[in-house]
Structures are given as structure tokens and as C-alpha cells.
């Protein structure tokens, strides 16, 4: 390595090729389009030229890779759900997120650090206890731990939070990681195109040609482009594309935000979130603190950052740990969450032939990145949902079989 | 802060007012198909632009209709279901 760099440095012309295409005219057609050059449009694009030879394939992306919420999330990787259908399915992702820097060539940063969900009442507790059978029935390492174990893993930690809200106990999770999100959408992009997939930036779908119920192609800033498979995986934006094509979900956005700490010598080795006190706090690799809350409290499609939300989730970040009144945050962002009822995605096919949605990802979609790419992938090569997926179809709701994933999500909603 | 204005009560901070969703027709439940059904509970036209929504002031305990707009979270006007009025803007 330092052998190539000095080559490099010697040279005047710096060859090492980007880390994918530039890709600028489409072609007239593909065998399939995915809109959203997101974590989940590009390991999608992966999995369909990797698992099923499918390479014919064109991601659009209106912006830039991974701008979206692959870019803006708080990183938590865990599979401790509550149903069943929920915990195998995050379970078969962290597998595939515990291979990945190898298999895409990239320091994704995966980092195992034990998650704790605190809890703060007796109901919580009970929940808690919930997940943890269910996990351990699907073979998912979870489980209750009284206060002792927290303040080990975690001396730093206020166990009474500063007397407003004493923690009873938590659910440990041993596989909870933190990963490089950006890391996840380069190496995703570069693995699909070293395949021979295209992947276009500054190049949004405007509409999208369905006639006698069945996709023809999409109109772009580009021009048209034909094809008879299309997968939207757009996170915030899904409504927009849903309208194109006049599909009724229960999607419902709502910004979700995040802050960061300036940085800090490492001292918080652990993921915690509290669904009480609406906090998730972790330390990433360049020491600063990551953290998040609960959602903005009604519906708007932007990615505004309020006052309130620093304000409210700083004052119980110090309920936790007093210590931080000094530290100073450096930056605020936020991400447009689509959410669903029931706390489960939007997977698979829908009642348009060859429209095929990956949505519904809310707050919990970026742990999902690999095992949502690998099942789209098959369900679109197949024009049938992968059995990972079935209870996470859109025609639940008219079913009315709804997963009920409420409980598991990290903090209240 | 941000500020709404509550048909009843005049402009409040924010924080006082619960978010409804979506104002929906409702059909007859006793006429609905399952599939009629399920259609009003779960689906919306959820894309961006000018919606009417409940809204509650919880103070008062008051339900009321914002006509907003959800990309630019601009509060076009406030009214008590049934009563609209032209002028009741923030
Ligand atoms: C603040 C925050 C914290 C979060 N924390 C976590 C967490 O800790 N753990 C977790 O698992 N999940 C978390 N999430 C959720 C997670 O980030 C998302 O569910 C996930 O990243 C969705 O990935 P995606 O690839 O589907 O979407 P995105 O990464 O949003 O990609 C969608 C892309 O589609 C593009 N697009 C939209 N419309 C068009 C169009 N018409 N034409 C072309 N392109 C278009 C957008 O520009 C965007 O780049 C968090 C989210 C936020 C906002």
C-alpha cells in the first residue's frame, strides 16, 4: 500500500479509478429500474446481478448516493424485535451485515457493541421480557438484565436519571453494532456496477408510463426510459412515486432527527436507548456522540431541524449523564421517515404488474439495508415475494394481518 | 416557537396542540365492504400539498380542521368542522 501511494504521489495523473461509473446517457431500456440510489436501491441492484445474473438493471438517483436517510441515520444495527416474523428477518441482515466489509471490499466500520433498551417503568419491563422470549425462541441472543449489569457496561450512566425516571433493568441485545452508513451505499455501488449495473446521479424519475395496469417505463430528466420492472425504494419520498402511479399505502411521513456531539476521547462503549426518556446514544469511531429521539410530532415531507428537538433531547441526555452539561452539539439534521401502522416495511409485489415498493422503512430501515436488497433482489427476479417477506406485503392492511411491531421500535412514537 | 391558531382559544404555541392525521369521509359502516373498510382506516393520499387535518387543542380539549400544507408546513387556515371560515388564517 504505501508502495502505491508513493506511485501516486510521483505521478502527475491520479489513476485510481473512482468507485463507480459516471454514468451520464441512459440507454433506451433496461430489464429493470430502481429508483432510490439509497442503501436499499443499491443493494438491490447488488443481489440482482450477484444471486440472479441480472445486470441489465439502471439505479436513478436524484441527488447524490446515500444522500438520503442511508446518509442521515443514527447507524444502529440490532434484530431484537417482537414478532417472530420481525426478529428473523432483522436476524437473517446482521448476519449479512457481520460478512459485508469483506464480501464489498469496504471498511464498513461494523462495530459489535451490545445494545441496552432501559426501562423505566414496570410496563416497560414486561415488554422487554416479551422480546427477550421471543428473540430466544428464534435464536436471537436477548436478554433482561437487572441495574448492576447496565452501570458495568456502562459505569458513566445516571441509574436514577437525575431522580425523574429510575431505570428498573433493560433488554441487553449482544449483536447491537453501529456501522459507517455511507460506507454501506458506496460499497453496495460499487459492487453493482463492477457487475455491469449503471448507476446514474442527478437523475430523477418524474413519472412513471403504467398502461392497462402494467409498467411500461419512466419518464426522467433525462428522457424516457424504458422497462417492465420498476422498484421504488425511496424511504421519505415513497408517497411522490406511490402518486405517479396512483397507489394508496398508509404511508405517513414524519422528519426524524438527529445530532451529534463534538468529539471525545472514547468512553461510551455500548448502544443505549431509553423509549422512556426518547433517547438512543451511541459513540462512533471519531468519538462523537450520535444521537437521536423520537419523531416530530406531526406530518411534514422536508427535512427541517427544530429547536425543540435539540432542546428536548439534550435535557435527557443530561438526565442520564450529568457530566455532558458542558458538551458542546455540533451538528443537527434531519430525515424523512416513512412510517406504517404497524411498524413493519412495505415489501413486495403491489396490485401494478412490475411496480414492486420497498418502503415503510420509518425509523429502523438502515439495519435492514442488505436483507432488503437480497429479498427485492429475488422477489423482482422471480415476480414472486420472497418468503422472508410475505407478512410485510401491502395487502396486509385490506387483510387486516398487520405485524404489530410497535413494541420493538427503539423509542415511543 | 412555532404557532397555531385554535378556533376557539387563538394562537397557542405548538407544543399545546395534538396532531390528528389526515380529515377523511367516513362511509357507512354498516353499508362498508371489508375492503371499503380497510381503504378508510388504513390508506391516504398521503403526497405532499395542501391537506385538511384534525388537529387538537389539548387544553381545551378542542378538535378542529387546519387546512395546511405539508411540504412547506404552512398553516393556511383553522376552523371548527362545519364552520369555515374564509379568515381565520396564523
Ligand atoms: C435521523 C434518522 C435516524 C435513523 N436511525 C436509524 C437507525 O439507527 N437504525 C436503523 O436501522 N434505521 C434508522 N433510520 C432509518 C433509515 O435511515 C432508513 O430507513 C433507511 O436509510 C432507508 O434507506 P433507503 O435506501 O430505503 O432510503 P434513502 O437512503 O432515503 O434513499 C432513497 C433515495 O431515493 C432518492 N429519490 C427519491 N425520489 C426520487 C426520484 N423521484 N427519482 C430518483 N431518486 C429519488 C432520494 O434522493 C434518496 O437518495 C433513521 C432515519 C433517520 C432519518
Redesign the pocket.
Known amino acids: 500500500m504505501p508502495f502505491r501511494l508513493l506511485k501516486y504521489a510521483l505521478n502527475r495523473e491520479y489513476k485510481e479509478p473512482r468507485f463507480f461509473r459516471d454514468c451520464q446517457t441512459p440507454k433506451k431500456s433496461y430489464d429493470a429500474i430502481i429508483?432510490?440510489?439509497?442503501?436499499?436501491?443499491l443493494a438491490a441492484a447488488y443481489y440482482l446481478a450477484k444471486d440472479h445474473g441480472i445486470t441489465n438493471v439502471a439505479v436513478?438517483?436524484?441527488?447524490y448516493i446515500?444522500?438520503?436517510?442511508?446518509?442521515?441515520?443514527?447507524?444502529?444495527?440490532r434484530s431484537n424485535y417482537l414478532t417472530p416474523d420481525g426478529v428473523n428477518f432483522y436476524d437473517a441482515s446482521v448476519k449479512l451485515f457481520e460478512g459485508l466489509s469483506e464480501e464489498l471490499d469496504i471498511n464498513l466500520f461494523y462495530s459489535n457493541r451490545g445494545h441496552f433498551t432501559l426501562a423505566h417503568t414496570e410496563s416497560a419491563m414486561r415488554t422487554m421480557r416479551w422480546r427477550a422470549e421471543v428473540n430466544k425462541h428464534v435464536g436471537v441472543k436477548s436478554r433482561v438484565v437487572g441495574t448492576d449489569e447496565i452501570s458495568k457496561a456502562c459505569p458513566q450512566l445516571d441509574i436514577s436519571c437525575s431522580g425523574k425516571a429510575p431505570i428498573q433493568g433493560a433488554l441487553y441485545h449482544e449483536p447491537g453494532s453501529i456501522a459507517r452508513h455511507d460506507a454501506v451505499a458506496w460499497g453496495y455501488a460499487r459492487g453493482a456496477d463492477s457487475q455491469g449495473i449503471e448507476i446514474f446521479q442527478n437523475?430523477?424519475?418524474?413519472s412513471i408510463d403504467v398502461r392497462d395496469g402494467k409498467v411500461h417505463g419512466v419518464q426522467t430528466n433525462r428522457g424516457y426510459i424504458a422497462t417492465g420492472k420498476v422498484l421504488s425504494?425511496?424511504?421519505?419520498?415513497t408517497p411522490?412515486?406511490c402518486k405517479m402511479v396512483d397507489l394508496k399505502t398508509p404511508i405517513v411521513i414524519h422528519p426524524?432527527?438527529?445530532c451529534v456531539s463534538e468529539p471525545m476521547k472514547p468512553w461510551l462503549d455500548t448502544i443505549l436507548v431509553s423509549g422512556s426518556l426518547h433517547v438512543?446514544v451511541s459513540q462512533s469511531s471519531r468519538g462523537e456522540l450520535v444521537m437521536?429521539a423520537s419523531l416530530d410530532p406531526y406530518e411534514v415531507h422536508s427535512t427541517r431541524s427544530t429547536f425543540d428537538f435539540v432542546e428536548g433531547l439534550t435535557s435527557h441526555i443530561v438526565d442520564m449523564f450529568p457530566f455532558l452539561s458542558n458538551v458542546k452539539v455540533v451538528r443537527q439534521w434531519?430525515?424523512?421517515?416513512d412510517m406504517t401502522p404497524d411498524f413493519a416495511p412495505i415489501m413486495g409485489k403491489t396490485p401494478i404488474e412490475g411496480f414492486y415498493l420497498?418502503a415503510g422503512?420509518?425509523?429502523?430501515?438502515?439495519?435492514?439495508?442488505p436483507i432488503s436488497g437480497k429479498t427485492m433482489a429475488a422477489t423482482m427476479a422471480n415476480d414472486k415475494a420472497h418468503d422472508l417477506i410475505h407478512s410485510f406485503r401491502l395487502s396486509r392492511f385490506e387483510d387486516y394481518e398487520l405485524t404489530g411491531e410497535k413494541g420493538a421500535a427503539s423509542v415511543g412514537h | 416557537m412555532k404557532l397555531l391558531k385554535c378556533p376557539i382559544n387563538g394562537v397557542r404555541p405548538v407544543s399545546e396542540f395534538i396532531f390528528g392525521g389526515e380529515f377523511r369521509e367516513m362511509p357507512d359502516p354498516s353499508k362498508a365492504t371489508d375492503a371499503e373498510w380497510a381503504a378508510y382506516v388504513f390508506y391516504r393520499d398521503n403526497a405532499p400539498g395542501i391537506k385538511k387535518e384534525w388537529w387538537f387543542h389539548s387544553p381545551s380539549g378542542t378538535w378542529f380542521i387546519a387546512e395546511r400544507n405539508t411540504a412547506t408546513d404552512e398553516v393556511l387556515t383553522t376552523y371548527l368542522l362545519g364552520k369555515k371560515q374564509a379568515e381565520s388564517t396564523v
Open positions: 429508483i432510490g440510489g439509497g442503501g436499499h436501491g436513478l438517483e436524484k441527488g446515500g444522500g438520503g436517510n442511508t446518509g442521515r441515520n443514527t447507524t444502529i444495527v437523475t430523477e424519475v418524474q425504494a425511496v424511504a421519505g419520498f411522490r412515486i426524524l432527527q438527529a438512543y437521536g434531519a430525515g424523512m421517515a420497498d422503512w420509518g425509523t429502523w430501515g438502515f439495519k435492514a439495508t
